[in-house]
């Protein structure tokens, strides 16, 4: 079983459309939690952390279940511009040297 | 954030050659990393960069292949020797930032991109 998993996609959605993608993880001892995001041809950048509590950043709302060992992310009003692969990490640790990355969700918004 | 360059962009090298790519970053960190990512993969750890000692390798992968400097706190290379067209991927370096809430995370460089034939 892979550290984190995540399902690849991809999601075409149409603009204006809301989107969810969930992310699992296998190591109960995880810590820190993030998104990041990945646009063609460049380097992953940081979208948000995860708290246990769930937070919000504009049209993004990140959750996590520890419990069931999974993340999950929200996009409400999509736009043109948040196509992109969307990386679920999970880290063991607070402070961060052992980061692991998911595969990617690949998300394209539709005009 | 950091500020996170890296050279060259992009290569295309012949087999059996070997590549230094470089990092600089805008500002002293204590840990930095190499990462590959192969088309449609996602991000691979090669090692830890460590200030004033040997870089940490992860399963996989070995000095040999990968030597790795780390001169300063704003500063580490990373070698690809002796290619060969497996190793054609993107090579990443990273920095870890402390956020807010004692939590770090890293921030990314733009990627060397490297073709082997």
């Known amino acids: 079983r892979k550290e984190v998993e995540q399902d690849p996609g991809p999601f075409n959605v149409p603009e204006g459309a809301t989107v969810a993608f969930n992310c699992t993880y296998s190591?109960?001892?995880?810590?820190?939690f993030f998104w990041y995001r990945q646009d063609c041809r460049k380097e992953p950048k940081l979208l948000m952390s995860?708290?246990?509590s769930g937070n919000e950043d504009g049209r993004f709302t990140a959750q996590l279940n520890r419990a069931s060992q999974y993340i999950s992310l929200l996009i409400r009003d999509s736009k043109l511009s948040d196509s992109a692969t969307y990386l679920c990490?999970?880290?063991?640790?607070?402070?961060?040297?052992?980061?692991?990355f998911g595969a990617g969700t690949r998300l394209t918004v539709k005009p | 954030s950091a500020v996170i360059s890296q050279k060259p962009s992009r290569d295309i090298c012949q087999r059996g050659t070997s590549l230094t790519i470089q990092c600089q970053v805008d500002?002293?960190?204590?840990?930095m990393f190499w990462y590959r990512q192969q088309p449609g993969q996602s991000l691979t750890l090669i090692a830890t960069?460590?200030?004033?000692?040997?870089?940490?390798?992860e399963s996989g992968f070995v000095i040999d292949k990968f030597p790795i400097s780390r001169p300063n706190l704003t500063f580490s290379t990373l070698t690809v020797s002796n290619m060969s067209p497996e190793d054609s991927s993107i090579y990443l370096c990273?920095?870890?930032?402390?956020?807010?809430?004692?939590?770090?995370?890293?921030?990314f460089g733009p990627g060397t991109r490297l073709t082997v034939l």
């Open positions: 990273s920095v870890a930032k402390r956020l807010a809430g004692h939590t770090d995370t890293q921030y």
């Open positions: 190591n109960s001892a995880s810590q820190s």
């Open positions: 995860v708290y246990s």
């Open positions: 990490v999970v880290s063991p640790a607070v402070e961060n040297n052992d980061m692991r």
């Open positions: 500002s002293q960190v204590t840990m």
């Open positions: 960069a460590n200030q004033g000692s040997e870089a940490t390798y």
